[in-house]
């Protein structure tokens, strides 16, 4: 399964159309990512990363909306063995 995480674009460091890269900010953390596939993206904007690839350039409410449902998800205990007999 591929999951792409929205972050938040801090700095560009490179805006070559084929090398652009730049700092994105995923809950306090900041990776180096490509991005070439958003060249419009502008930094604040939120972006959604897969494989260190921003893929597309998302608005906020969207940006919250996933993050929030993906910390849910991570606060999900697994099933129990008594919940896997029943």
């Given at each position: 399964?591929?999951?792409?995480?929205?972050?938040?674009?801090?700095?560009?460091?490179?805006?070559?159309?084929?090398?652009?890269?730049?700092?994105?900010?995923?809950?306090?953390?900041?990776?180096?990512?490509?991005?070439?596939?958003?060249?419009e993206a502008e930094?604040?904007?939120?972006?959604?990363?897969?494989?260190?690839?921003?893929?597309?350039?998302?608005?906020?409410?969207?940006?919250?909306?996933?993050l929030r449902e993906?910390?849910?998800?991570?606060?999900?205990?697994?099933?129990?063995?008594?919940?896997?007999?029943?």
């Amino acid at each position: 399964m591929c999951l792409a995480v929205p972050g938040r674009l801090e700095e560009w460091t490179d805006r070559d159309p084929l090398l652009a890269r730049g700092w994105v900010v995923f809950g306090g953390v900041r990776h180096e990512c490509h991005l070439a596939c958003v060249p419009e993206a502008e930094v604040g904007d939120y972006v959604l990363v897969h494989a260190g690839i921003a893929l597309n350039r998302i608005d906020i409410v969207a940006a919250e909306k996933l993050l929030r449902e993906l910390r849910d998800a991570g606060e999900e205990s697994p099933p129990s063995a008594e919940d896997e007999m029943l």
